[in-house]
């Protein structure tokens, strides 16, 4: 079992960063890949990023290739992902996800944290 609590989420105006956190508990983290996903107002969830167990492999939707990053810390049991050049449309709740096979489903979710950006 895998509890998930993502933090760091907030206000910001275009163009600006912020950088969410996931913290899971149980001392298995090292053995999930994590993602991040997010879901704007009346739409569906949508993948962001993911990272392998080790870290050595990420991959990004589209939409944010080039500005977010992921990353993770394993001694911390802690999943960051790094946002920049932060667009409207980047507003949603973002949540993190664990899964146990890199690419497949995804077995553990947090609760989400709201990312505003205004124009």
């Known amino acids: 079992q895998v509890q998930l609590v993502e933090s760091g989420g907030g206000l910001v105006q275009a163009g600006g960063s912020l950088r969410l956190s996931c913290a899971a508990s149980g001392r298995t983290f090292s053995s999930y890949a994590m993602g991040w996903f997010r879901q704007a107002p009346g739409k569906e969830r949508v993948f962001v990023a993911r990272i392998s167990w080790s870290g050595s492999d990420t991959y990004y939707a589209d939409s944010v290739k080039g500005r977010f990053t992921i990353s993770r810390d394993n001694a911390k049991n802690t999943v960051y992902l790094q946002m920049n050049s932060l667009k409207p449309e980047d507003t949603a709740v973002y949540y993190c996800?664990?899964?146990?096979?890199?690419?497949?489903?995804?077995?553990?979710w947090g609760q989400g944290t709201q990312v505003t950006v205004s124009s």
């Open positions: 996800a664990a899964s146990i096979i890199f690419g497949g489903s995804y077995d553990y």
